[in-house]
């Protein structure tokens, strides 16, 4: 599966399951960053973007679709250790987001249950 594929597939599934429109914050700087919130709060519970692999620490230079996602409080480098797709988050407080590389390896149904446990925990 394409990495394009899977990030459209996630950002129809946010949009579908919890009625969230992807809001274009920086659209001169990172056009394709789309972020998240709840209605009430306006909290965020996703990020999907495309960045630099570099920017994870992987060796090669291509541009990536990612994720990041609110997870358990000091819990995400633990986690992160589980997938060598899932990562302490990108741009954002690694001890409360992780960044899930949206290239097809994890699926779909994994990345969905990690978006409802986002929106959950920044729900409060």
């Known amino acids: 599966m394409s990495e394009k594929r ?64 609110k997870f358990d409080k000091n819990q995400t480098y633990d986690f992160a250790e589980t997938s060598d797709h899932i990562f302490p988050a990108y741009h954002m407080n690694k001890n409360n987001w992780i960044t899930i590389w949206l290239d097809g390896t994890l699926s779909d149904g994994l990345i969905f249950e990690l978006i409802k446990k986002s929106y959950l925990l920044s729900a409060k």
């Open 6 to 69: 899977q990030a459209n597939i996630v950002v129809k599934h946010i949009k579908s399951e919890y009625g969230a429109n992807p809001e274009f914050l920086w659209p001169d700087r990172y056009p394709g960053y789309a972020a998240f919130r709840h209605d009430n709060n306006k909290k965020w519970f996703a990020l999907v973007a495309t960045i630099s692999s570099k920017s994870l620490g992987l060796k090669d230079d291509k541009a990536i679709d990612v994720v990041n996602l």
